[in-house]
Structures are given as structure tokens and as C-alpha cells.
């Protein structure tokens, strides 16, 4: 999600956050990480969609694009849901 979308959605105050200096920020409730952390980390890759072309009315396309970033997100969570529906 864009910057500009979460400050047009969020009641957070992001110009005072913005302003904020590190030195601001309380961080007394984070564990530091050391080897330990590391030692039992794994790293996960995200799946990889692939790319496609796809036709759509321009009305669906352009309703999924005004609901704001991540459109191309939310058009697959319908698709899935529709999906999970419809399998035997």
C-alpha cells in the first residue's frame, strides 16, 4: 500500500510521526536479536505469481482499481474465493 494510501485511510497523525527523530521512538519493549534469533531463522520465499494478460470490462478493472493500491491483490482474493466456492 502507498504511502499516500495509508495517510488518506489512517486517523494515525503521519506528519508528526514523520517528524518524530529516532530518538523519539520508544523501543524498550523490542528484544534485541542476537545469534540465537538468527541461528533458528529460515527464510521464505514468496510464492511467484506469474505474469498474465488478461481482458476485463473496464468498469470492473477501473472499480478494483478505485478501491487503491494492492487492486491486483484483492481481484485474486475474489477470484480464489470464487474457486473455493465452485470445487468439488
Known amino acids: ?3 499516500k494510501s495509508l495517510k488518506n485511510k489512517s ?3 503521519w506528519d508528526k510521526i514523520d517528524a518524530m527523530g529516532d530518538d523519539n ?3 524498550s519493549d523490542i528484544p534485541e536479536l542476537d545469534e540465537t534469533f538468527w541461528a533458528k531463522s529460515t527464510v ?5 505469481k506469474p505474469k498474465i494478460s ?3 470490462d473496464s468498469d470492473v478493472l477501473e472499480w478494483f482499481k478505485a ?5 491486483q491483490t484483492r481481484m485474486n ?12
Open 67 to 71: 478501491q487503491g493500491a494492492g487492486y
Open 11 to 13: 486517523k494515525t497523525d
Open 54 to 56: 488478461i481482458r476485463l
Open 77 to 88: 482474493a475474489v477470484l480464489r474465493t470464487y474457486m473455493k466456492a465452485h470445487k468439488a
Open 44 to 48: 521464505r520465499m514468496p510464492k511467484i
Open 25 to 27: 521512538i520508544d523501543c
Open 1 to 3: 500500500m502507498s504511502e
